[in-house]
Nanobody, 126 residues
Framework: QVQLAESGGGLVQAGASLRLSCEASGRNFRGTAMGWFRQAPGKELNFIASISGSGGNSYYADSVKGRFTISRDNDKNTVYLQMNDLKPEDTAVYYC???????????????????RGQGTQVTVSS
């Protein structure tokens, strides 16, 4: 069982940047693909990005491509989400999650993930 803890959210103005962190506990972090999701008030949970266990491959939702970058430091058991040029529509609670074994890195449905953390709030003002 893995436990995930997100941090790094906050209140920023449009155009600003934030870096979110997700620290994982448990074994075999290096071999586990991870992803980021977000949920705006009253809306469903949406996929943002995923990264392979080695960090060599990643995949992004069209809505964040070119603005957000997912990365990881396996020595620190941590996955990051660098968010640049933030927009008011990026306001949401952001979650990291572990991709289930055997699932594709291109899976965007949360049903293919597990072990979601408690989330971190990102609020972008216009």
């Amino acid at each position: 069982q893995v436990q995930l803890a997100e941090s790094g959210g906050g209140l920023v103005q449009a155009g600003a940047s934030l870096r979110l962190s997700c620290e994982a506990s448990g074994r075999n972090f290096r071999g586990t693909a991870m992803g980021w999701f977000r949920q705006a008030p009253g809306k469903e949970l949406n996929f943002i990005a995923s990264i392979s266990g080695s960090g060599g491959n990643s995949y992004y939702a069209d809505s964040v491509k070119g603005r957000f970058t997912i990365s990881r430091d396996n020595d620190k058991n941590t996955v990051y989400l660098q968010m640049n040029d933030l927009k008011p529509e990026d306001t949401a609670v952001y979650y990291c999650a572990r991709l289930r074994a055997g699932q594709s890195l291109y899976s965007t449905d949360f049903d293919f993930y597990d072990s979601r953390g408690q989330g971190t709030q990102v609020t972008v003002s216009s």
